[in-house]
């Protein structure tokens, strides 16, 4: 519940008249004068996505948090500001940037460029400052006002300060007999409702003649600090020094006392209006309180805070390197850990230690799926300078690792080899050089090059001088297998790499190789052994928090028993490697329950979101979804376009038994435009899979088409596909009419669907309802068409339709 916002009537409607002129409202005014809570009232009428700014300090900063607060994010190679301006576009929500610093984060550009590419997007800023834009509207907060000397003692200066007395325990005041004070106090604030507050709970605590007459928030917040016991006035000045809000554990470890301590002592404060309390148990301050606490902060305090972050880190980092799971107690107070990490790296003193932490965290937060803090932690970390050459080598690997599933799966290579470079200073150049080219292996596997997988994997395996990586790495080789459908390799390096004892940082190899070994199965048509392996490894994998790998082996599990209840996760907080997976089985789920328009936009948006981050078998599957959706939808000309391309991925990547798919796709549309050719595409398919004895199934098992004796030899070469074997199949399938080349050509057909509606004007938020897909797959659509089309906006695209109608 919302406190009163006493004596601003006039403001609210001046606010009020604003929004509906204006699409962008700058609230300003002093520190203390309620512009915060003067737009919460407001805004408590509309949908509104507020943003806490106080503490962002670089644009970036401020659209990221607009996007999360949003719940839209940029897909790979996409920019933030253009993310943004999707985000908000046609959507009827009040963005309210909180305390932003303008004049900082020179967001007033950018805020005016998203509101020009837009149609209705609407921004509230409350600032100390105006940004000065065109299209900013401004509404000025000042002081309540304070009733003068021969004025009688009412009005909202007056309500408030006695509503604060009263709340904060004080002696009941009497406006006739202590006039004298009341005025004395009331002036000395200048009617800001915050210095207001701070002087009633001073009254309160020592009375109406022993407070002081402050005339600054700085005074106010002096004051305060003098009246308070050591130890909270230590607490105070501490907890200015921390942008973040913080839970009582490092709360103690801050003001090296107990638990129980640090809550009384936080208590007091809150009771004070110097900390508020958040429903989630965290502590924070106002900005114009934490500003004044910080100044009064003493080098020692400084120290203190440094030491007792970093004392906390240490403490709650997992032991060893490769622990963590996705439920450390930790990850609660993760801004407390970046800032402990980050501070301790840019002190050379310190920068050991913080290397370490941020090395033991990372398993936690790859197993929470949570890249881009671990990208934001290991680049900040590595951006400091050089540390132990060891650790060094592992953050950069690590952050490597993150990078490339926060922007796409190549994106980390640059960070590899930097990890390269801080290996041939370590103890044992080998040990790091053998570990890199195992995650460089998992690149390649997830882009779909498993030849360079593969060699990186066996490189791997040949420099590692004691061991340790070759699990990971005979892992990969696994993978690769499967993927290839060398079945009885994949099983004898499976079993190579799971040994009869796992040790807890080898938990998820394990259940990632029981997953392998469940695949295996279900291409060879062991069902029943398919569906009891992975749903083994889903209940282990949920007992042990190992969430990532849990969740894609639950991803295959759906796809096998229908009854089987999946786990609620947020898809746009999944890193790419693993959302894309989940969303393509969305899309299936939604197939098998007919409706196949929608499945076909959730294909196509995980075949652009596959492409542009570069994880080659997403997009393959991806693609055996859209094309199956589309011969449902009767598109048969674009089911076999997706087919094709899909085919042309499979021989580049040489993975046969999808190529046996997409031939089995492809045979099941010729046989419905009466080809002869669709039993020789059967035969090809069943070519692929004999020699690897593996079965139709899923979309495969849908097509029956009796093969062929043989499939034409020119399209095979041994027990794969010729090199020529698309081609060929193109020419047999291709149409005979030619229509007229359009610059829209390039467009998938969900991307045309898109920019049809468009050139008609609908907003992203009216095309998903149209299409029955969510307004972030209809972004995703537009993200796409401009890289394509080389345009950013609209208009320029709505034109480009028009013109190749």
Same mark, same amino acid.
């Given at each position: %519940? ?20 204006? =699409? ?60 943004? +301006? ?237 622990? +963590?799971?996705a439920d450390a107690e930790w990850l609660n107070d993760l801004p407390a850990m970046r800032h402990a990490v980050l501070t301790a790296c840019a002190d050379p003193a310190t920068r050991a230690e913080g290397y370490s932490v941020a090395n033991r965290i990372f398993s ?136 009869? =004892? ?68 947020? =898809? ?61 939808? +009767? ?17 580049? %990547? ?16 010729? =046989? ?25 199934? +899923? ?107």
């Amino acid at each position: %519940m919302l406190s009163p916002c006493l004596g601003r009537d006039d403001v609210q409607r001046a606010l009020h008249e604003a929004l509906e002129e204006s =699409r962008w409202v700058t609230v300003v005014g002093p520190p203390g004068s309620g512009k915060t809570l003067l737009v919460r009232h407001v805004a408590a009428t509309a949908a509104a996505s507020w943003v806490d700014a106080r503490n962002l300090r670089t644009i970036d900063d401020v659209l990221v948090a607009a996007l999360e607060s949003l719940d839209a994010e940029t897909a790979p190679g996409d920019s933030l500001a253009g993310a943004l +301006g999707r985000a908000v576009d046609g959507r009827a929500c009040l963005l309210v940037l909180d305390g932003l610093d303008l004049d900082t984060t020179d967001a007033g550009p950018v805020l005016q460029s998203v509101l020009e590419a837009t149609n209705d997007a609407r921004v509230v800023v409350t600032a100390l400052t105006t940004a000065g834009q065109r299209a900013e509207s401004v509404v000025r907060v000042g002081p309540l006002p304070v009733p003068s000397h021969r004025a009688p003692l009412e009005g909202p200066a007056v309500e408030i300060f006695l509503r604060r007395i009263r709340a904060a325990g004080g002696q009941p005041v009497d406006l006739a007999e202590q006039a004298h004070e009341v005025r004395r106090l009331l002036r000395a604030t200048g009617g800001l409702p915050l210095l207001i507050e701070q002087v009633a709970v001073q009254s309160a605590l020592v009375g109406l003649s022993n407070a002081m007459s402050a005339v600054s928030l700085d005074q106010a917040v002096d004051s305060a600090h003098d009246l308070l016991d050591e130890a909270s006035a230590t607490a105070l000045r501490r907890i200015g020094l921390l942008d973040f809000q913080v839970g009582l554990g490092v709360l103690a470890q801050v003001l090296d006392v107990t638990v129980r301590e640090a809550a009384d002592v936080a208590g007091n404060l809150v009771r004070r209006s110097l900390l508020e309390l958040d429903p989630q148990g965290h502590f924070d301050m106002l900005s114009p309180i934490r500003g004044r606490a910080r100044a009064l902060a003493t080098p020692e305090d400084e120290a203190a805070v440094r030491a007792g972050l970093l004392a906390w880190a240490q403490a709650h980092a997992p032991t060893h390197d490769n622990y +963590g799971a996705a439920d450390a107690e930790w990850l609660n107070d993760l801004p407390a850990m970046r800032h402990a990490v980050l501070t301790a790296c840019a002190d050379p003193a310190t920068r050991a230690e913080g290397y370490s932490v941020a090395n033991r965290i990372f398993s936690s937060l790859y197993t929470s799926m949570r890249a881009r803090e671990a990208v934001e932690i290991l680049e900040g970390a590595l951006a400091s300078g050089d540390g132990p050459a060891a650790i060094g080598a592992q953050i950069a690997r690590r952050a490597g690792i993150a990078a490339s599933e926060m922007r796409g799966t190549y994106e980390g290579l640059w960070l590899l080899s930097r990890s390269d470079e801080h290996a041939s200073a370590a103890p044992i150049p080998e040990e790091q050089l053998s570990k890199t080219a195992s995650i460089r292996a998992e690149m390649h596997l997830d882009a779909g090059d498993l030849a360079s997988a593969e060699a990186e994997a066996r490189r791997a395996i040949d420099l590692d001088p004691d061991g340790s990586i070759t699990r990971q790495a005979t892992r990969t080789l696994a993978d690769v297998y499967t993927s290839q459908g060398r079945f009885a390799e994949a099983t004898e390096a499976a079993a190579a790499a799971m040994p009869a =004892r796992t040790t807890g940082d080898e938990r998820w190899i394990d259940l990632s190789l029981r997953t392998l070994l469940a695949r295996i199965a279900l291409e060879q048509g062991r069902i029943a052994e398919a569906v009891a392996a992975t749903r083994a490894v889903v209940v282990e994998a949920r007992e042990l928090a190992e969430d990532r790998v849990g969740l894609l082996a639950e991803t295959l599990l759906r796809n096998l028993d229908p009854t089987w209840v999946a786990t609620d996760v947020v =898809r746009e907080t999944l890193p790419w490697a693993v959302r894309l997976p989940v969303l393509a089985q969305d899309g299936r789920d939604l197939l098998v329950r007919g409706d196949a328009r929608r499945a076909a936009g959730l294909a196509a948006d995980v075949v652009a979101l596959a492409d542009s981050a570069r994880l080659g078998r997403d997009g393959v599957d991806a693609r055996l979804l859209l094309g199956r959706a589309l011969v449902d939808l +009767g598109d048969l000309d674009q089911a076999t376009t997706t087919y094709l391309t899909a085919l042309d991925h499979c021989r580049t %990547m040489r993975l046969p038994l999808r190529a046996a798919d997409v031939l089995d796709g492809l045979a099941g549309v010729a =046989r419905v435009r009466d080809l002869p050719e669709s039993r020789e595409l059967a035969a090809a398919a069943f070519a692929l899979r004999t020699p690897r004895k593996a079965v139709r199934w +899923g979309y495969s098992a849908d097509y029956d088409v009796v093969p062929a004796g043989r499939a034409p030899q020119e399209w095979l070469d041994g027990d794969d596909l010729s090199a020529d074997a698309v081609s060929l199949i193109t020419a047999v399938l291709s149409r005979t009419a030619s229509a007229r080349p359009s610059v829209l050509d390039a467009l998938t057909a969900a991307e045309r669907q898109v920019a049809e509606r468009v050139a008609h004007g609908l907003t992203s938020r009216q095309i998903a309802e149209e299409l029955y897909v969510s307004p972030r797959t209809v972004d995703a659509h537009l993200t796409h068409i401009y890289r394509k089309l080389d345009i950013n906006t609209r208009a320029r695209l709505a034109a480009l339709v028009v013109d190749n109608r």
